[in-house]
């Protein structure tokens, strides 16, 4: 059964930062594509960060590079984004997707993720 388990969730204040993890089970973590996606209501579901667990090949979106930092570890088939100065516009539903066997720092499309996590609700104050 595949499971993807995000935590780390909650509200800041702007400047703040927060840890998503993401917790992967039934499926092979390793040689994939990880991502992390986010949400709010009425848009579509924006890619914010990858990673190839395979290689270590990195994708972030504009809107957040310089400030998150998408990590794992392997040996508790966990994914991480490290969010920090963070700005009301993150505010979303953060989602993360197991994805295709390899990815190497381009845009993210959420088709092509076959496995997804429940969510968790980053908020930001200003």
């Known amino acids: 059964q595949v499971q993807l388990v995000e935590s780390g969730g909650g509200s800041v204040q702007a400047g703040g930062s927060l840890r998503l993890s993401c917790v992967v089970s039934?499926?092979?973590?390793?040689?994939?594509?990880m991502g992390w996606f986010r949400q709010v209501p009425g848009k579509e579901r924006e890619g914010v960060a990858s990673?190839?667990?395979?290689?270590?090949?990195?994708y972030y979106a504009d809107s957040v590079k310089g400030r998150f930092t998408v990590s794992q570890d392997n040996a508790k088939n966990t994914l991480y984004l490290q969010m920090t100065s963070l700005k009301p516009e993150d505010t979303a539903m953060y989602y993360c997707?197991?994805?295709?066997?390899?990815?190497?720092?381009?845009?993210?499309?959420?088709?092509?993720?076959?496995?997804w996590g429940q969510g968790t609700q980053v908020t930001v104050s200003s």
């Open positions: 997707a197991w994805g295709p066997r390899y990815c190497s720092g381009v845009p993210i499309r959420e088709a092509n993720f076959g496995a």
């Open positions: 039934g499926v092979n973590f390793m040689n994939h594509c």
């Open positions: 990673i190839f667990t395979g290689g270590g090949y990195t």
